[in-house]
C-alpha cells in the first residue's frame, strides 16, 4: 500500500462533503505531475485529505482509492474550466482515481505543525513554492501523520 496526500480548498470540496457522500472522482487535476502521481495510484491505497487555502489549512482526514485509471470526465465537458479541447474519448490525457471517505480528523493537522515536523525532503507539502495538488508520502512520513494525528486527539 501506498500513501498519497490530495489537495482540495474546502469552500470546493471539502472532507465533511466526501465524508456525506461516501466516495467521489478526484476530478479536474490539470497539472502533468500531479496527473503521474493519479497514474501511479493502485486500489487500497490511502490519500490524506488536505484542505489548503482556509482558516486551518492542513490534513484534515484520510481517503481511500478504490478504483483507478477513470478518464476525467470534465476533460471532455465544454462547459467545465477543465475542459481540454486536445483530448478525446479515444485518447483521453487525463486520468484520475475514485476515493472513498475513510476519517475525518477532529482536530487537523496544520501546515505549521508538518513544517514543524518534516522536511521539504520528507514531504512534498512543506517544500517552498510547491503547487502540486496530489502528491505521493513516503511510509515513514506517513506512519508519523498518523501518530501526529493520533497524539492531537
Request: glycine residues 4%; aromatic residues 12%; without cysteine.
Amino acid at each position: 500500500m501506498n500513501y498519497w496526500l490530495i489537495k482540495s480548498e474546502p469552500e470546493v470540496y471539502s472532507i465533511t462533503d466526501l465524508q456525506q457522500q461516501g466516495q467521489t472522482i478526484w476530478d479536474g487535476v490539470r497539472n502533468y505531475q500531479a496527473r503521474n502521481f493519479l497514474r501511479q495510484m493502485q486500489i487500497g491505497d490511502l490519500a490524506f485529505f488536505y484542505h489548503s487555502n482556509s482558516n486551518l489549512t492542513g490534513i484534515a482526514g484520510l481517503t481511500r482509492v478504490i478504483e483507478t485509471a477513470i478518464a476525467d470526465p470534465t476533460q471532455f465537458d465544454p462547459t467545465s474550466k477543465y475542459y481540454d479541447p486536445k483530448s478525446t474519448p479515444e485518447s483521453p490525457r487525463w486520468q484520475t482515481v475514485i476515493v472513498e471517505f475513510v476519517e475525518y480528523f477532529s482536530q487537523p493537522i496544520l501546515l505549521s505543525t508538518l513544517k514543524e515536523k518534516f522536511t521539504p525532503e520528507e514531504l512534498i507539502l512543506v517544500r517552498t513554492g510547491n503547487r502540486l495538488s496530489v502528491m505521493p508520502v513516503p511510509e515513514v512520513v506517513a506512519q508519523k501523520i498518523l501518530a501526529i494525528k493520533t497524539s492531537l486527539t
